[in-house]
């Protein structure tokens, strides 16, 4: 079975500040792969950034980039130079190559960005 | 190119009542999921669709829940005799294939009330 686990509840970070959000797994599957989707209050999933497990580096895209420590099972995101548009739940989620590639989502960790 | 679109975006049904919600994939698109999410939680995963098979159902919570997609393209979940837990945001994505490194697409989702 697998478990996603996000601890963090919820943060409030200043404009301009880098945050990581704390996303922890658990899966037999050797491969699989880490999604993080940002939610608004709107409610739209967006996709942010994919970690795949045989991944040598760690993903980046634009100002979001994914800490993947493999051994430790854990994979945080980390957003640079906030912003008041970032203010938002976000979501860690694992698909596996035993479960037809369906999402195990985490509970999510509401960011709040303030100026 | 438009993106996955879910109807209708708010439903209210009164308990007792049957509803169906449908979902219009990235055109395409072979993987088709459904999720149900409740307030201030993660989505959690409710049935899988490949093209027009229903691989996965194991996270339909009852049998009063019932998805198809018998063209291999819309598809519609229906909740027969509808109770308040069934209040949720109904959530559909969509991916163009089969494996673990592809992103998921999702819909603006259904706001299902339950009175």
């Known amino acids: 079975a697998q478990k996603i686990t996000q601890t963090q509840p919820g943060m409030f970070v200043q404009e301009k500040e880098a945050v990581t959000l704390d996303c922890t797994y658990d899966t037999s599957d050797p491969s699989y792969g880490l999604f993080w989707y940002k939610q608004p209050s709107s409610g739209e999933m967006i996709f942010l950034i994919y970690?795949?497990?045989?991944?040598?580096q760690n993903a980046t895209e634009g100002r979001y980039s994914l800490n993947f420590q493999k051994a430790r099972k854990s994979a945080n995101l980390v957003i640079s130079a906030s912003q008041l548009g970032d203010s938002a739940m976000y979501f860690c989620?694992?698909?596996?190559?035993?479960?037809?590639?369906?999402?195990?989502f985490g509970a999510g960790t509401q960011v709040v960005v303030t100026p | 190119g438009a993106g996955v679109s879910q109807s209708p975006r708010y439903k209210v049904a009164k308990r007792g009542q049957d509803v169906a919600l449908r979902c219009d994939p990235i055109s395409g698109h072979v993987s088709l999921f459904w999720y149900q999410q409740a307030l201030g939680q993660g989505p959690e995963f409710l049935t899988y669709?490949?093209?027009?098979?229903?691989?996965?159902k194991s996270g339909l919570p009852s049998d009063r829940f019932f998805a198809e997609r018998p063209e291999g393209s819309v598809s519609t979940l229906k909740i027969q005799r509808t109770q308040q837990e069934d209040s949720a945001v109904y959530l559909c994505?969509?991916?163009?294939?089969?494996?673990?490194?592809?992103?998921?697409?999702f819909g603006p989702g259904t706001r299902l009330t339950v009175t």
């Open positions: 970690q795949g497990s045989y991944d040598q």
């Open positions: 994505a969509s991916s163009p294939a089969v494996g673990i490194s592809y992103e998921q697409y």
């Open positions: 669709f490949q093209n027009e098979a229903q691989l996965d």
């Open positions: 989620a694992m698909r596996a190559t035993d479960s037809w590639g369906k999402f195990q």
